[in-house]
């Protein structure tokens, strides 16, 4: 059987179902790698230079812990999911570059997932990533099909039932399950709506940010330690978060652009008590991006919003003492309303 390691970074937090249903409908057996350690993070930094973002650190660290347990690893190239809309150059290059800075890694599984070049040479890349597990054209058709309806379940749950997704990911059924996940239930709501009595915080911003708890210093748990529900882009639907993306920033020119842009616009309009905006030091897109939900909400003055910097050396100390002044001036802001 052939074993291909996933590293628990970057895309895996959107696509884990996806690729894991897809893998083993084809006979293989996933690998996933640990949650993010403070090793891990130093191991993946070390082969990067100083200014390289964080998440791609933190991936070559999953990466690294990888080597040894399995046979191929697994790193698409996604380069458009839209016509004329384009990921971050990290992820363009991301097979390349953890060939060229991990000499030691198993080979990588690389497909080119470009529907800027249309659906054709999409459909020739999964048939040439299948022909690693089966000659069987018909048989890579079928993985292909049950691993995107993998997906589009899984994105319906969030935003049909106001899940995160490692909520998600612990309710869909066990063939999706990602083995080793030590996230617990992050929001005890059952619908995405804010309710009036709580106090409602949305978060904004990657996946690889709001999930990573090391990475985020538990920033989930933490809100609804404080009594607070927390609300994810997650919860809202791709129509939901695409719309509000264009209505604020026309057409976007980077894909996952709607997890900041449109989630703050939805959220804003939804009337939360506050936002919080998660991105990474050194993320050209994101500082953009977050600088518009910013702007947007100084406008409309109606939600208090803060950005929170995330880079190996954020102290904990210094992020809950924002985190506490964030919430107190929220808090008495709604008292000053009742
Ligand atoms: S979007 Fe930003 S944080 Fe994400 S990989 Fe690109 S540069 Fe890094």
Redesign the pocket.
């Known amino acids: 059987m052939i074993n291909v390691g996933i590293p628990r970074a ?1 895309l895996y937090y959107q696509y884990f179902p996806m690729w894991k249903t897809f893998f083993e409908e084809l006979g293989g057996e996933v690998v996933v790698s640990p949650p993010t350690t403070k090793a891990m993070i130093a191991s993946g930094a070390s082969r990067v230079v100083a200014d390289t ?4 650190k933190v991936f070559l660290g999953h990466v690294l812990s990888l080597v040894g347990k399995c046979d191929y690893i697994f790193i698409p190239a996604i380069r458009s999911l839209k016509s004329k809309i384009y990921n ?4 363009l290059g991301l097979p390349d570059m953890t060939r060229a800075v991990i000499t030691e890694c198993p080979p990588v599984l690389d497909p080119d997932v470009d529907i800027d070049k249309g659906m054709k040479t999409l459909y020739r890349a999964i048939n040439r990533l299948g022909r690693y597990f089966t000659r069987d054209r018909a048989k890579v058709k079928r993985a292909s099909l049950d691993a995107w309806q993998a997906h589009l379940d899984y994105r319906q749950l969030m935003s049909n039932h106001g899940l995160t997704l490692p909520q998600a990911m612990e309710t869909i059924p066990g063939k999706y399950k990602s083995e080793g996940s030590n996230l617990k239930k992050a929001t005890g709501n059952d619908s995405g709506n804010p309710a009036s009595t709580q106090t409602n915080i949305a978060l904004i911003g ?1 996946p ?2 709001l999930y990573d708890e090391y990475l985020n210093h538990r920033l989930i748990h933490r809100l609804e330690e404080a009594g607070n529900k927390v609300l994810t882009p997650e919860m809202l639907t791709i129509d939901e978060l695409e719309s509000a993306s264009v209505k604020v920033a026309g057409t976007t020119y ?1 894909t ?1 652009g709607e997890e900041v842009v449109g989630a703050g616009e939805c959220y804003l309009q939804d009337g939360v008590d506050g936002i919080i905006g998660l ?2 030091f ?5 500082s953009m991006m977050m600088e518009m939900v910013r702007r947007r909400a100084n406008s409309l003055r109606t939600t208090p919003f803060m950005n929170l910097v995330l880079e190996e050396h954020t102290a904990e100390t210094g992020m809950i003492t924002r985190l506490e002044a964030f919430l107190d001036m929220i808090n008495r802001k709604k008292r000053g309303r009742q």
Not at 88 to 91: A, E, G, T, V
Request: glycine content about 10%; charged content about 10%.
């Open positions: 970057l973002c964080l998440p791609v971050c150059s990290k992820f990657h690889y940010l980077w996952y991105l990474a050194g993320c050209g897109p994101d």
